[in-house]
């Protein structure tokens, strides 16, 4: 075999290594987030520093709104086709400039711990100053790994290059705990003996929000906690369900330390996996984590029920909806279609019989749009579980034929029957006022299928 042959099998395997821990993590995001080491903050730090944290805390905090604005609430964090599945290489620039604790986890210690005015301000500069020093460091880091990644597609020894990437990933992974340690011991510090016996809460807290991103299949990333408050839900509902839900918290964390130690392990092994090409080992690894990603999942499906019947009669259709969509985000969606239909049934000029005819077609295609879904749903969560090494880089175009391309397109057929059902019912004017798809010509809405 000739140089450029074993260089191309090399980086297949590395590609192939690096694919399945991001699946399995879910979000490179929650590894790139180990990346930045900042030094130890405290309250005495120089002003510019403090105001710098500032300054970089709020805009950290505008970006996370709008990367979330079309997310689910509490639910998988990044909508894939297939319904969420996808983690997200594109998370890793992002995750590695900004601290382990979010600003907004951090606004939370006010309302879980009852802080004080004078507590507060000194949080505030403890956050601060670890926030800017975080994003300083991450820079560097990500300077850093980009170099060694322009090295590596030039070196003939990629297995010595492998090495010193991942002997520097351990060592900014421990330097950052270190310093993530250190401000938690600062934060701690402050607080009297009450609020510190409330101090688990906040860790179980920071753990879902920093790590449930990392999950795999469609539910495992499901945070019941946020679910709860919607404000859809009654006062009375939020409070039949405390006590499931503070059961929840206990149990999905246990779950969570199990899971998360594992993927921290297996970042560890991943070197020596790229360097043998070690396919079988790589195979394995994503059947353990996605066994360790079931447990997550199946944690959030009993307590979701239990949460279910514990809330009045009033509020469980609701709360069952709000589980399903953020379980699988991208299939349990608001259609164009729904969103035609409803702009059809608003409009101020329909005849008696247009408006029936409208409301017909809205119930018809509810009913089938719901039977739809539920099969797509249950298409991808058996994609998930069959997936394994030999799928990774299949694009979509290559998935048309699978269980999941059969089912998105039989709901392509079904948006595309009603809406040319909808323009029969209406006048060729009331039909040029629907909202357009982007195949019909609309801008500012991306198409989805």
């Known amino acids: 075999m000739n140089q450029n042959s074993m260089r191309g099998m090399g980086l297949k395997v590395v590609a192939a290594s690096a694919m399945a821990l991001a699946l399995l993590a879910g979000s490179v995001e929650a590894l790139a987030q180990n990346q930045a080491a900042p030094e130890r903050a405290r309250p005495n730090q120089p002003e510019r520093n403090n105001q710098a944290g500032r300054n970089q805390a709020d805009r950290n905090q505008g970006d996370r709104a709008n990367r979330q604005g079309n997310r689910e609430p509490g639910g998988d964090q990044q909508r894939g086709e297939d319904g969420g599945r996808r983690g997200g290489f594109g998370g ?76 520097s990933m351990r060592e900014v992974r421990a330097t950052r705990k270190a310093q993530d340690d250190g401000f938690t011991s600062d934060v701690k510090s402050l607080l009297t003996p009450e609020q510190i016996e409330k101090w688990p809460t906040v860790e179980r807290m920071q753990r879902r929000e920093s790590s449930m991103r990392r999950g795999f299949v469609s539910g ?124 059809a049934d608003s409009m101020k000029d329909l005849s008696p019989d247009q408006q029936e005819g409208v409301k017909q077609l809205m119930t018809s295609y509810e009913k089938s749009l719901n039977a739809a879904n539920d099969k797509l749903a249950a298409a991808v969560e058996e994609q998930e579980m069959q997936f394994d090494i030999t799928q990774m880089g299949r694009g979509r175009g290559q998935d048309e034929d699978s269980p999941v391309g059969t089912q998105r397109r039989a709901r392509r057929d079904l948006d595309r029957t009603t809406l040319d059902s909808l323009k029969k019912i209406l006048t060729p004017e009331q039909a040029a006022k629907l909202p357009k798809r982007d195949d019909e010509g609309g801008r500012g809405r991306r198409q989805q299928n």
């Open 220 to 343: 495992e990333r499901v945070d019941l906690t946020t679910l709860l408050e919607d404000p859809k839900l009654s006062d009375e509902g939020k409070k039949a369900a405390r006590e499931v839900a503070a059961q929840y918290e206990e149990e999905l964390d246990r779950e969570l330390i199990k899971r998360n130690k594992w993927q921290e392990r297996q970042m560890e092994e991943m070197g020596a996996m790229r360097q043998n090409g070690d396919m079988e080992a790589i195979q394995k690894m994503i059947e353990e984590g996605r066994a360790m990603n079931v447990k997550v999942r199946d944690v959030n499906r009993k307590y979701a029920k239990a949460i279910e019947n514990a809330l009045p009669e009033g509020d469980r259709q609701a709360f069952a909806a709000s589980f399903k969509a953020a379980s699988f985000p991208d299939v349990y969606r608001t259609t164009p279609t729904t969103e035609a239909l409803k702009a």
């Open 92 to 167: 890793m620039m992002g995750g590695m400039t900004g601290p382990a604790v979010s600003a907004r986890q951090v606004e939370k210690y006010n309302q879980m711990l009852g802080l004080s005015a004078e507590q507060k301000a000194a949080v505030k500069m403890l956050y601060d100053g670890y926030a800017e020093q975080a994003r300083e460091t991450g820079e560097k880091v990500r300077t850093q790994m980009e170099g060694m990644r322009d090295q590596m597609r030039d070196a003939d020894d990629r297995g010595a290059m492998m090495e010193k990437m991942q002997a």
